[in-house]
């Protein structure tokens, strides 16, 4: 805090929130502002002040600069830390570390990035004639065109597979540091899944309640597992507009993933019918955040947001639904017919 409060005074922008403090203390708040952060179409807030926060689990393509102002312990948070400052975005061709705690001297340290390779010697391209003006996509050098990305298929202990996109710009680490494959990855996730759930179903029962799937992704995170992690997991399965449950439920079971617009379709109908019409609409504006944005939508410490965002502020929300204890009934209790089975039918609520 005294850091972004030092900043406020300095700084020569009127906006208030030019500088932000983004912690866990700051609950439903500071998760906003992360997310405002991360959004590259905005500028405010332009700095944020964390501890920890952007350790790990945080897409922020456009992070420009870095400021280290506490030690740093270890190997893995070092290059997770770092890993912020990597993302590519356009216009974005480096990034700056101010370092006040000699965090640098990891670099010197042989798990950074092993020994530099020799640099590949390559053929001056012929100016002289275009890529479209050689038969059969050959390259001047009579050489076949870059390979495209392919997928590959893991096989598990179940016996069976799994595709991923193989040419992925993406790094994961073992929990010792260490660079790691995608495959060897998901081989990771697929071994550790069945010590927090057993079947599909104890997984849908967990992923139904915001507060067992929190649960269920921080002991995830760890484990080595991270919410980013997953998301880029989800990439290589072209499952980017599905929800975590469909990669998870894809890594430990083979299931088929869906989208979450298709999730949506399919329970929505069910789903309204037991609500009075002043909650419906409240419901069908939810379930269209989850679309556009993704699970955490549902989580608990979203719903203040969503009724202002809704509402324009909580009490006005309260006026029109009839209070918080039934808001929160029916934010949380919707959730586990969003997640049933496709099927499953169950008496109105109310």
Known sequence: ?????????????????????????????GDQWLRTFQDNEKTIPTILTTSQKLSTGVDARNVRNIVLMRPIGTMVEFKQIIGRGTRLFDGKDYFTIYDFVKAYEHFNDPEWDGEPLDPVPTKERSKARTQGEFED???????????????????????KGRTIQH???????????????????????????????????????????PDTR?????????????????????RMINAEKSDLFDVLGYIAFASTPITRSERV??????????????????????????????VGELDQEKLASLLQLKYQSVADATDQLGGVPIIKDTFIGFQRYLYEKPGSTRGPER
């Not at 065109?145 to 016996?159: N, T, V």
């Not at 484990?223 to 980013?228: A, I, M, Y």
């Open 1 to 29: 805090m005294l850091v972004r409060d030092l900043i406020s005074q300095t700084k020569t922008s009127s906006d208030p929130s030019y500088c932000v403090r983004v912690t866990a203390d700051d609950g439903a708040l």
């Open 214 to 234: 929190k649960a269920l992704l921080t002991n995830l995170t760890e484990k080595g597992f991270s919410g980013e992690q997953l998301v880029q997991i989800s």
């Open 167 to 209: 040419m992925m710009a993406t790094t994961f680490w073992s929990p010792d540091g260490k660079p790691i494959s995608a495959a060897q990855f998901v081989e990771r996730l697929f071994g550790e899944l069945p010590q927090f759930f057993k079947n599909e179903d104890e997984l849908r029962r967990i992923w139904s309640r």
């Open 265 to 294: 379709e399919a329970r929505k109908s069910d789903i309204l019918s037991r609500y009075d019409e002043k909650l419906q609409a409240f419901l069908d504006f939810v379930l269209a955040q989850y679309v556009k944005e993704g």
């Open 137 to 159: 996509g050959a390259s001047p050098e009579g050489e076949p065109p870059p390979e495209k990305p392919k997928k590959i298929i893991i096989k598990l202990a179940d016996g």
